[in-house]
């Protein structure tokens, strides 16, 4: 069953300078995610968490360690290159565009500020269809056709469509990012507390969306959050970190439920359960 | 009948690490197998540990010591051991859980929620509805309630919208953390007979049931987990 794993992070580390010291922003961390598999990683703030989800999506390199990845069914199939037996391949291997082309197409990334993943001066519907570009569509009835349709798919007004993002409320954003994201079918995406800083009734609605999107489309995803209650509801496994190592993960509701770690037990008692 | 979940020498105690490593046992030594067509009830005082037995066996509690095993796609499968992708596959296809309180999904409609399961386990969503209404319509839930979301809902109607939800995959092995709590006695009825439905289609299952009459209509035998109690 070996053979089918998606992504493949082996005793991963990253280091920066703090003042004149070195200091190890993450470090030792593996684990495996297969097809249609949502991971959360939690922790607080400074834990180490962001700074692995851009090791695990190549914005950083890794200074310890390795993260393999599938390259199998890459999308729009460009030649594999150092392809192993098992298809999985160390990213740090790749050139500069062929990382830029796996992020373009067969990966996704979320941001947790809509903005920052948005481009703020071409249309809602432009940015649905920017991924497709790359991909070589350039028809453009498809192109907003296809637009159109993932509008309607992330509840998005199709009257939008020709409107700047600046112009839509900070939840319509977060869906117009979720939907540029997906519209190449992407196997999978990073999330960086994607429904932070999101008025809670529209956060209902966004996980909801999330929920069954990953489920729809067989998404693998690492969504880094927080909130436990994001990770109860989206995830099937979580890793909880702190200082920059995982201290505990496991079957999310297991590691919720009867959590083992002295930190993570901490972090599930503190939450208040309205 | 051979057994289809056994657990050997399973102990679970709970280390509170905010109160200084404090050692909380709650039972040692269980070993029980359970076959086709069985139904072991759970026994014991309120706090006895019958419902950290029950989350141990589907996986929610991780075992202290010893095992938890299913057969599981014509195999034995280590359930304490096995990895989470593991644990849910054993979950989509052999093992039910009915809890006692439901966790509610924003936005999600009852007839949704029940149907789940047979979607994960890829019935058209069409069918899987259509299952659901039946279930549903079975267990008295006036058909107003389907397309709204439980969380507004009774505790009896709550605990309904579970036990549709937890049988209707019509899974091997069914746990069953009193599904008749808060029901009057016409759907305590409904439960009882299909608790029996179950076993007779082949299904084992293990069950916490606080009513001595429903114990006695469904439980084919009894495991009185006080006997495992650890002292402290």
Known sequence: ?274 | MTSVLETSELSKTFTLHARGGLALPVFSGISLSVSPGECLALTGHSGSGKSSLLRCLYGNYAASSGEVRIRHQDQWLSLSAAAPREVLDVRRRTLGYVSQFLRVIPRVSTLDIVAEPLRRLGVAADEARAQAAQWLARLNLHERLWHLPPATFSGGEQQRVNIAHGLIANHPVLLLDEPTASLDADNRRVVVELIHAARARGAAVVGIFHDDEVREAVASRCLDVEHYRKSN
């Open chain 1, 1 to 274: 069953m070996s053979s089918d794993l998606l992504l493949s992070v082996r005793n991963a580390g990253k280091q920066f300078m703090q003042g004149q010291r070195p200091r190890w922003a993450c470090r030792g961390v593996s684990f495996d995610l297969y097809p249609g598999e949502v991971l959360a990683v939690v922790g607080e703030s400074g834990s180490g968490k962001s700074t692995l989800l851009r090791l695990l999506a190549s914005r950083l390199a890794c200074d310890e360690g390795s993260v393999f990845y599938d390259l199998r069914e890459e999308a729009g199939n460009g030649v594999a290159a150092s392809r192993g037996a098992s298809g999985l391949v160390d990213l740090a291997g790749l050139s500069e565009a062929r990382l830029r082309w796996l992020a373009r197409t067969d990966w996704g990334f979320v941001e947790q500020h809509a903005r920052d993943g948005l481009r703020m001066n071409v249309s809602g519907g432009a940015n649905i269809g920017e991924r497709m570009m790359a991909l070589g569509a350039r028809h453009y009835g498809k192109l907003r056709g296809e637009a159109l349709s993932w509008m309607e798919r992330v509840e998005l007004d199709v009257d939008r469509i020709d409107d700047l993002p600046g112009t839509y409320s900070g939840g319509m954003q977060q869906r117009l990012q979720i939907a540029r994201n997906l519209v190449t079918h992407p196997r999978l995406v990073f999330m960086d507390e994607p429904t932070t800083g999101l008025d809670v009734s529209v956060q209902a609605r966004l996980l909801d969306l999330l929920r069954e999107l990953v489920d729809q489309l067989h998404l693998a995803a690492v969504i880094v959050t927080h909130d436990l209650a994001v990770a109860r509801l989206l995830a099937h496994r979580m890793l909880v970190m702190k200082d920059g190592c995982v201290v505990e993960q496991g079957l999310t509701d297991r590691v919720l439920d009867d959590p083992q770690h002295p930190y993570t037990q901490l972090l599930v008692s503190s939450v208040l359960t309205p």
